[in-house]
């Protein structure tokens, strides 16, 4: 029985576009089909495909055929339409898709785990993306994807690698994934639902955009650089500001932190890491912490405080005044209370620090 579904999805526009400015009306009226062609609305952009793969995994649940997913362009409607001419028994969502660069690992994951079991992309004409397409090809491939996406280039070779499918993939074996609040944290959850026997971190291809840090204890003086660098926070401050932190499920590999790190103490490691404690703080590095003698809170590392006072107080050391050296072994507080004289209450044209709450990714 055929069952050959078509749809299109625009990437282009925001939710309100009408008419003939769709531009993927224009692609379906040209190859005169009957195509449902919807828009990605804001919320859906960020997974495109989330609708269509709610649709699939219901009808998948009750049809044990093997469930594929075309994603092509307007130029590859011929090569679906003959490959469907030749095999008419599959079940198989063709999905025409304006700015198929866009589709990443993150859709394709999520595609394998909510209703399909063979994902076919075709392959991008213009060299600098279909680079790219392949390495986020690659990577869904790692986390999950193994044998069960391919890219296209001609009708011919996607007739052929679908007459190689199984006609039933039985029962559907994955649980529900739970799409999270961001791309990065979809695609985890897909990676985790569709490797459900993997309990150890996997290695990653050098440019994965996850990873983990590791970091050399002899040689980092908890400078902090790579913390204010960082930027998801996957790297921060712990507790008594004397710990460094890590949570691996942030990090994006962007390596702005081992660019940073004055000591050469940091390696980025790319990987995905499924289990539940990537999403956790690690606590990296603790040191000794150095206390306010004013208050006696410890606001920062002692190895630190203790190279600052042997640089100013050594012959060679930096030059500072009596005041300067006096304010050094503050904390905050003790220093701005301190320059006001002993005066608690703010200066009258003084603004209160805000409360900054790092947001989580
Ligand atoms: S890892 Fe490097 S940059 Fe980060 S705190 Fe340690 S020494 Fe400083
Ligand atoms: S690689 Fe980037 S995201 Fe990861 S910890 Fe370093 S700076 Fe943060």
Partial sequence: ?????????????????????????????????????YHSTAGEAALP???????????RKSDQRTHIL???????????????????SAWVHAVQICNLERIGHVDLLLALALGFDFVFLQKLPFEHGAADQSKEVE?????????????????????????KLPRTGGRWPYRRPVPGPNRR???????TVLMPGVHQPLN?????????????????????????????????????????????????????????????????????????????QQVLHQV?????????????????????LARIWGRKGVRASEEVQELIPLCHSCQIQKQQGGNTKPAPLMIKPRQVSRQLL
């Fill in 1 to 37: 029985m055929s069952d050959w579904k078509r749809s299109g999805v625009c990437l282009c526009h925001s939710s309100t576009t009408t008419g003939s400015d769709f531009c993927l009306r224009a692609g379906v009226r040209k190859h005169n089909s009957a195509v449902d062609v």
């Fill in 49 to 59: 495909l989330l609708g269509l793969c709610e649709v699939a995994i219901e009808e």
């Fill in 70 to 88: 075309i994603l092509h362009t307007e130029a590859g409607h011929s090569d679906v339409s003959q490959a469907e001419w030749f095999n008419k």
């Fill in 139 to 163: 990577l869904a491939q790692m986390m999950g994807g193994e044998e069960r996406l391919e890219l296209f280039v001609s009708q011919l070779e996607l007739r052929n690698s679908m007459a």
């Fill in 185 to 191: 944290a979809t695609a985890r959850a897909c990676a």
């Fill in 204 to 280: 990653l291809p050098q440019d994965a955009p996850y990873g983990t840090v590791e970091l050399d204890l002899s040689a980092c003086t908890m400078c902090q650089s790579c913390v204010w660098l960082c930027p998801t926070d996957a790297l921060s401050i712990g507790e008594h500001k004397c710990e460094l932190v890590f949570v691996e499920s942030r990090c994006i590999q962007c390596g702005m932190c081992q660019s940073i790190c004055p000591e050469d103490a940091l390696k980025l490691r790319p990987r995905i890491d499924p289990k539940p404690s990537a999403d956790t």
């Fill in 288 to 308: 000794e912490p150095f206390r306010c003698t004013s208050c006696g809170v410890p606001f920062v590392a002692k190895s630190m405080m203790d190279r600052l």
